[in-house]
T-cell receptor, first 114, second 111 residues
Framework: DAGVIQSPRHEVTEMGQEVTLRCKPI?????LFWYRQTMMRGLELLIY????????DSGMPEDRFSAKMPNASFSTLKIQPSEPRDSAVYFC????????????FGQGTRLTVV | GQSLEQPSEVTAVEGAIVQINCTYQ??????LSWYQQHDGGAPTFLSY????GLEETGRFSSFLSRSDSYGYLLLQELQMKDSASYFC????????????FGDGTTLTVKP
């Protein structure tokens, strides 16, 4: 397996624009996580899915953020409208089980909102 | 809620041994994980402890004491490539799929 695949790797957009980040988890993994990493706030869990169902979205900063997982092999994180403070690296990760299995991270999307 | 504390920076020389500590406060606890992240890269899993004691994986070992809410990552025979950030992460048993990460420890290995 190629691992968790995220696209794009880099995104530069203007404030107010819609941004969509994409993730393909490892085949067979039934947990998918979206994280955001910044210098100020570290690595924060935004939302996670189990079997395509959102389980906990308490980390989503505000209504401008939304995430979907229409099937087991694809998830999106959307920001609309984007703001400069959304600039960060966004990681998607997947895992096979619930607690005692490791999470595999994608290479991340570096988002810059100007 | 949960909080984790780990040192922000550690420096050591090649061939040495270094220990990175992590203390946590959680409303529930299921296990402690460690991840490594090189600059510009993605976090990669190193180890997981659910029970007290030491887990060894090659040059890296991880220890957990549930009664002390404390764990550490031990890196032996340090190499330059070990220079990276190391994160501890806690899974609580109230929301077992969710991990909370510490702020990370930046390890610098010098020749």
């Amino acid at each position: 397996d190629a691992g968790v695949i995220q696209s794009p790797r880099h995104e530069v957009t203007e404030m107010g624009q819609e941004v969509t980040l994409r993730c393909k988890p490892i085949s067979g993994h039934d947990y998918l996580f979206w994280y955001r990493q910044t210098m100020m706030r570290g690595l924060e869990l935004l939302i996670y899915f189990n079997n395509n169902v959102p389980i906990d979205d308490s980390g989503m900063p505000e209504d401008r953020f939304s995430a979907k997982m229409p099937n087991a092999s694809f998830s999106t994180l959307k920001i609309q409208p984007s703001e400069p403070r959304d600039s960060a690296v966004y990681f998607c990760a997947s895992s096979l089980g619930q607690v005692d299995t490791e999470a595999f991270f994608g290479q991340g999307t570096r988002l810059t909102v100007v | 809620g949960q909080s984790l504390e780990q040192p922000s920076e550690v420096t050591a020389v090649e061939g040495a041994i270094v220990q990175i500590n992590c203390t946590y406060q959680t409303s529930g606890f299921y296990g402690l994980s460690w991840y490594q992240q090189h600059d510009g890269g993605a976090p990669t899993f190193l180890s997981y402890n659910a029970l007290d004691g030491l887990e060894e994986t090659g040059r890296f070992s991880s220890f957990l004491s549930r009664s002390d809410s404390y764990g550490y990552l031990l890196l032996q025979e340090l190499q330059m490539k070990d220079s990276a950030s190391y994160f501890c992460a806690v899974r609580d048993d109230t929301n077992a799929g969710k991990s909370t990460f510490g702020d990370g420890t930046t390890l610098t290995v010098k020749p």
